[in-house]
């Protein structure tokens, strides 16, 4: 079946480690997303990848880094520097960003709670 | 910037009553509106969206939604909600080659 898959569901981290959430799609899309939710917030675009080797920083990329190597995987890492990072995490993949049909296709998330 | 509201934070219905959410954009060129639900802990499912053509769109567990352009609008309906209707239910809208823009969401429960 095609999809979305992040691991792991579930990501205890201590202040000031870094951690990194995993994304895979095998949907062969070309673009990808990273999302954080927090209660009452929605969705915050953290990061965007049309192609890869190329990303974009979202509205909130301060204290992330992604990278794009391969273009099933889109790698989240949060870092030391990310001032409260406990939240939902979720990835997507679409199409593209700029086509006609870019709807978004959704994983399961990761909830990332810092200890 | 662009900008989606949904105005109805919470909103609580009755099984077998109808249903109404709410879904307003800041105006600009045609969008593209999608509708998504999202279950607690859970990623978020397509409902339905709309490019283009009739204005009322059917989606899928018999919602459907009304693109009204000159209320810049997109509300979904529904006629006789169900126990596992409960969630979160997001719009998101785009504008050509930008990137999506997400409602802050309505989360909907269900009395019985």
């Known amino acids: 079946d095609g999809g979305i898959t992040q691991s792991p569901k579930y990501l205890f981290r201590k202040e000031g480690q870094n951690v990194t959430l995993s994304c895979e799609q095998n949907?062969?899309?070309?673009?990808m997303y990273w999302y954080r939710q927090d209660p009452g917030q929605g969705l915050r675009l953290i990061y965007y990848?049309?192609?890869?080797?190329?990303?974009q920083k979202g509205d909130i990329a301060e204290g992330y880094s992604v990278s794009r190597e391969k273009k099933e995987s889109f790698p989240l890492t949060v870092t030391s520097a990310q001032k409260n990072p406990t939240a939902f995490y979720l990835c997507?993949?679409?199409?593209?960003?700029?086509?006609?049909?870019?709807?978004?296709?959704f994983g399961p998330g990761t909830r990332l709670t810092v200890l | 910037a662009q900008s989606v509201t949904q105005p109805d934070i919470h909103i609580t219905v009755s099984e077998g009553a109808s249903l109404e959410l709410r879904c307003n954009y800041s105006?600009?060129?045609?969008?593209?509106l999608f509708w998504y639900v999202q279950s607690p802990g859970q990623g978020l499912q397509l409902l339905l969206k709309?490019?283009?053509?009739?204005?009322l769109v059917q989606g899928i567990k018999g919602f459907e939604a009304e693109f009204k352009r000159s209320q810049s609008s997109f509300n979904l309906r529904k006629p006789s909600v169900h126990w596992s209707d409960a969630a979160e239910y997001f719009c998101?809208?785009?504008?050509?080659?930008?990137?999506?823009?997400f409602g802050q969401g309505t989360r909907l429960t269900i009395n019985p």
């Open positions: 997507a993949s679409s199409i593209g960003i700029g086509l006609s049909y870019n709807e978004q296709f």
């Open positions: 949907l062969n899309h070309d673009a």
């Open positions: 990848s049309q192609i890869v080797n190329d990303f």
């Open positions: 105006y600009g060129a045609t969008p593209y």
């Open positions: 709309y490019f283009s053509g009739d204005t």
């Open positions: 998101a809208v785009g504008w050509g080659a930008q990137k999506l823009v």
